[in-house]
């Protein structure tokens, strides 16, 4: 007779889940995924190209923020690092897109060993604020090397094929940056489960305390950023092929901020936390815009003068409000929930 | 016999669709879209080119419309980001189903709809970014009123050079470091080749600053007397003022923003009656004209916002609805285009010089007025007519 | 020489900006330890708030100030009780998102309540130019500099000599110890952030006066980051000085080298002030090294 739930193969030691329940789920939204195109038009499907390209760019901080601890300010110049790379060896020097994007995100690793390096010995606001620095100072390097980047005049993008499909618009767009965010959620879904996400944990919660046990600080912090860098260019060279041209007004510091509070918003340290997160706020703006629809009146002046603005600061109030009663996140709301279900109809 | 039926409808359908009307047109009304700047600081545009929209739309709905069709505008919010404007035009194309676009932001913002134009044939018209990576290379849909930045500084340097004629003439640029920066200093440098002007110092800015005394410490240090001001709004004061303070006598060229009344109420009290160039107008009957027009359609407070932009968008629609309604009742993005292409000396009573793009740029509007500032009482006077440079 | 001169002292006049507003940032993170990210926005909403003084009552300076400052105070205490009073015991890193939050809120607010034009403030400040040593200036620049000066003067007699700066200080150095001492540590938070409130309004009015009213004026926030890592994050005097520095820095920099480097001196700064000795130039001593 059996007791107990054994693993029998060093397959299913490895697997990333071992209930059937988890793989069912997750294959149905993925098939929910791949047949959205079927009866979606174009504009949600933009929306959730868009939601996607914020997920691997939250899934990419989160590795480097959430699980080994490092906060960064500068995402916008890593996104900006990888799209203008992808831009540019498409566009300058004729790539394909399927080099150009692994090597944007190469590029921006290195890069981040610039950032990486000088930040070894700092720690929480002060890593924040040197990251910032650097993205600041990526934005004015890009701005003034026009030999280089076409300066002002940003790049063109187009002309991007898989397969012979042309992957910048509609349904192959939104079929290949799925591709991507799924490689890249299972990439940092295994990571953090190997001895490399353990190392970063254990600098997360406390740095000393792994270097007394033999962790090598300053080569998985190198790693954190390189790995996370990488993740982020990606993102970057997602984005130059959506919006298909890129100057460095799409690479304005608030990107940075916002990849913040979709990590924060989400959960801190989990990736799935960070996947939420992103589609959250990816979507908020539309949702605002939906609820004010049903409620503003459309003719008053205070409605047209004001709505845009008002939609903004209804942004920034539901960030508020979310922090304040929610500080775990949206992951942690589903924790409860789960909870709730599953102890009902008793407490605990 | 079910099969023959099958396909007898298919191709009836099929048939019917290539008469099937564009989106955006109804028997009623007909849809324009606008992609504009509704919030953050550059907001001052968008409201005065909403306003530009809706005055021309209520002018013409109150004459009938485009063949008994009402024109209606849709707005989208891109807050002059160009990865929001992409989503923004997409939005009204797939959502709100618009049939043409006449309000499109500013120069990357455009460029970054551009995908989005091209794919759909969507008749534009580009007044609010007349730059030359714009119409070049030109794209079927897309037709563009307004002088370039650099005709605008070329027509004003040479009229200082020619009427005013300052004495030991040094001449000096400060641009912005972008795209439109490069256009300022296109136009410095012509004026510079063409009347062997003394070129004494050319400066560049990020956009964004605000402390510009090195700047201007610099163009002292260097004799400037005649001074292409390129910089705008908050800026364009503060290197005025800065000059002031430095005792600076100077005949300064500015950007077209700096006609705007806010501008003017920040740039005045540092005492430069600065000049302007300009493709529409800003004094005179013309103006005076509209805003008594105007004055049916929009209320006094709207009418405070005001200002250049609201003529371009007036005159971008007033256009479009011209050769809208040359297609008559079957109504397409194909005949609209066709239309605008034929468009010759079509007459803007006085707002700008005519407009005609039946030309290989579908370019237009690029002639210049140059305006001087009085900047005690704050009124500007026509130096020039509208002049080709 | 005169160029060298022109070029110091404009960076005086920019740095004596920063260093108002670093000195707010200096005193939440003292007292809290939280970086105020919304504090380029408080300052730029105590200065519309002032403008709307002005152009209603007319009057000069002085007594603008005498109104001004009291009012911003109410509303950094207001803004300390509903935003960041609830988040206490949370991580500060939380905390700091929701300051980040609050930024967004602010900037909308001022947009929705003034519109997005800029304007002119003079605050009746006389507008004729003075020569110091040959060097122009107008009062407005110098009022900018004398602020900093009484700011920072003040700000070192306040923590030195009076009871709440030397509780103050007790607080940023170890806040349970200063709770067993019977320092209300609540109260000390609220103070804070009125106190960096009131030099935003100060700072926030005299940048406009010298750099127009813009809706832009809560970058100037961002800007003024180096100062107060150069001057050490919990060092209010440090702060003062380090804005000085970074103005004079940006200043010489750009004249003598040019390129746009006035923008992203003070970051490069920051980076290296970082490297060599993160706790700037008088903060407290507090990185490990590892």
């Known amino acids: 007779m059996r007791t107990g739930h054994f693993k029998e193969s060093y397959g299913q030691l490895v697997a990333l889940s071992d209930s059937r329940v988890t793989w069912s789920w997750a294959g149905f939204g993925i098939a929910l995924l791949i047949a959205l195109p079927l009866v979606a038009h174009n504009y949600l499907l933009t929306l959730m190209v868009a939601a996607m390209i914020a997920v691997v760019g939250a899934v990419g901080l989160n590795m480097l923020t959430g699980t080994t601890g490092l906060i960064s300010l500068g995402q916008s110049g890593f996104l900006a690092v990888g799209a203008y790379t992808n831009a540019m060896l498409m566009m300058d020097y004729g790539w394909p897109v399927l080099l150009s994007l692994p090597a944007a995100g190469v590029v921006a690793a290195l890069i981040s060993l610039l950032v990486g390096v000088p930040s070894l010995r700092l720690k929480g606001l002060y890593l924040a604020i040197t990251t910032l620095a650097f993205a600041f100072i990526v934005n004015h390097l890009i701005l003034h090397n026009a030999w280089l980047t076409h300066g002002p005049n940003g790049i063109f993008v187009s002309g991007a094929k898989v397969l012979d499909l042309d992957i910048q618009r509609g349904r192959p767009l939104y079929y290949f940056v799925l591709a991507v965010t799924v490689l890249v959620i299972l990439l940092a879904l295994n990571l953090q489960r190997s001895r490399i996400g353990r190392a970063w944990m254990a600098i997360r919660d406390h740095d000393i305390a792994a270097r007394v046990m033999g962790i090598d600080l300053v080569r998985y912090k190198l790693l954190a950023f390189m790995v996370s860098s990488f993740i982020v260019g990606i993102a970057g060279g997602l984005i130059s092929l959506q919006i298909r041209f890129i100057n460095i007004d799409v690479f304005a510091l608030i990107l940075s901020i916002e990849a913040l509070a979709m990590i924060i918003l989400g959960g801190l340290g989990s990736i799935a936390g960070a996947v939420l997160g992103a589609i959250f706020l990816s979507f908020l703006p539309e949702v605002i815009r939906y609820v004010f629809a049903l409620f503003g009146d459309p003719n008053s002046t205070l409605y047209t003068s004001y709505v845009y603005e008002i939609r903004g600061i209804a942004y920034g109030i539901v960030i508020v409000l979310f922090l304040r009663f929610k500080p775990d996140g949206l992951i942690g709301l589903w924790r409860d929930a789960r909870k709730y279900w599953s102890n009902w109809p008793l407490a605990y | ?42 907001s001052f545009i968008g409201r005065a080119v909403a306003l530009g929209s ?42 709100d189903g618009i049939f043409a676009l006449n309000g499109t932001s500013g120069t990357a913002n455009v460029l970054a709809m551009m995908p989005l134009i091209e ?56 641009r912005q470091e972008d795209d439109f920066g490069v256009t300022v200093e296109a136009g410095y440098d012509r004026a510079v080749r063409d009347f062997g002007l003394k070129d004494g110092i050319r ?35 503060n290197v005025l003022s800065e000059a002031r303070k430095l005792g600076m006598e100077a005949q300064v060229a500015s950007v077209w923003s700096e006609n705007m009344p806010p501008s003017v109420n920040l740039s005045a009290p540092a005492g430069y009656d600065y000049l302007v160039g300009d493709y529409v107008a800003l004094t005179g009957p013309a103006v005076d004209d509209f805003i008594e027009r105007a004055r049916q359609y929009v209320t006094e407070e709207e009418l405070a916002g005001l ?82 440079y | 020489m005169e160029f060298l001169f022109l070029l110091v002292s404009s960076g005086l006049v920019a740095g004596a900006a920063y260093g108002l507003i670093a000195m707010g940032f200096a005193l939440v993170y ?78 909308g607010v001022t947009i929705m309540i003034w519109g997005p034009d800029p304007f002119n403030f003079t605050a009746n400040i006389p507008t004729g130019v003075i020569r110091i040593g040959g060097v122009p200036f107008y009062p407005a620049q110098l ?74 004026l809560w970058f ?11 001057g050490g994050m919990d060092s209010i005097l440090g702060a003062a000085i380090g804005g000085i520095v970074i103005g004079v820095i940006e200043s010489l920099s750009q004249g003598y080298v040019g390129q746009g480097l006035r923008e992203i001196a003070g970051f490069i700064v920051i980076i290296i002030v970082l490297m060599v000795r993160p706790y700037g130039l008088f903060g407290s001593r507090e990185i490990e090294r590892v």
């Open chain 2, 1 to 42: 016999m079910r099969m023959r039926t099958l396909a007898l409808s298919a191709a009836l359908l099929a048939s019917t669709a290539a008469f099937a009307a564009d989106p955006g047109v109804t028997d009623t009304e007909i849809r324009i879209g606008d992609v504009n700047i509704m919030t953050g600081p550059a």
């Open chain 2, 54 to 95: 809706k005055i021309a739309a209520s002018e013409i709905n109150a004459n009938g419309g485009v063949n008994g069709r009402n024109i209606v505008i849709v707005t989208e919010d891109d807050g002059y980001v160009p990865s929001r404007s992409f989503q923004a035009l997409t939005k009204l194309i797939e959502v």
């Open chain 2, 119 to 174: 794919e759909n044939n969507l008749p534009t018209v580009v007044t609010t970014a007349p730059n030359e990576l714009i119409y070049n290379p030109v794209r079927p849909s897309v037709f563009t009123i307004g002088a370039s930045y650099e005709d605008a500084f070329y027509g004003q340097l040479k009229y200082i050079h020619e009427n005013l004629e300052p004495e030991n003439a040094v001449y000096g640029v400060i």
């Open chain 2, 203 to 237: 400066l560049r800015y990020t956009r964004g600053t605000t402390n510009f005394a090195t700047e201007v410490a610099q163009m002292n240090a260097a004799g400037v007397n005649v001074l292409a001001n390129g910089a705008i709004i908050a800026g364009a004061a």
């Open chain 2, 307 to 388: 200002n250049r932009y609201t003529y371009v968008t007036y005159i971008g629609l007033k256009v479009l609805a011209h050769a809208m309604e040359q297609c008559g009742q079957e109504l397409t993005r194909e005949c609209t285009v066709e239309q605008l292409r034929q468009t010759r000396d079509f007459d803007t009573q006085g707002l700008s010089g005519a407009i005609s793009f039946d030309n290989d740029k579908q370019l237009s509007g690029t002639a210049i007025a140059v305006y001087q500032l009085n900047a005690a009482d704050r009124t500007f006077k026509a130096l020039t007519d509208f002049v080709e």
């Open chain 3, 30 to 107: 003292k007292a809290t330890g939280v970086v105020n990210f919304a504090h380029g926005e408080l300052v730029m909403l105590t200065a519309y708030i002032s403008f709307t003084l002005w152009t209603t009552f007319d009057l000069s300076f002085f007594p603008l100030m005498a109104i001004t400052i009291p009012i911003s105070m109410v509303i950094g205490l207001t803004l300390e009780r509903i935003f960041i009073r609830p988040m206490l015991g949370e991580p500060v890193f939380s905390i700091v998102m929701v300051t980040v939050g609050l930024a967004v809120i602010l900037r």
């Open chain 3, 143 to 216: 009022y900018l500099i004398g602020a900093l000066a009484v700011m920072a003067l003040a700000g070192w007699a306040f923590l030195r000599f009076t009871r709440m700066g030397v509780a103050m200080r007790a607080v940023a150095d170890n806040e349970t110890a200063a709770l067993l001492v019977g320092i209300s540590v609540s109260r000390i938070h609220a103070m804070a952030w009125m106190l960096s409130s009131a030099l935003a309004s100060i700072a926030g009015v005299l940048f406009a006066v010298n750099y127009r009213l813009v809706p832009d």
């Open chain 3, 220 to 230: 100037q926030g961002l800007k003024s980051f180096p100062a107060v890592i150069l």
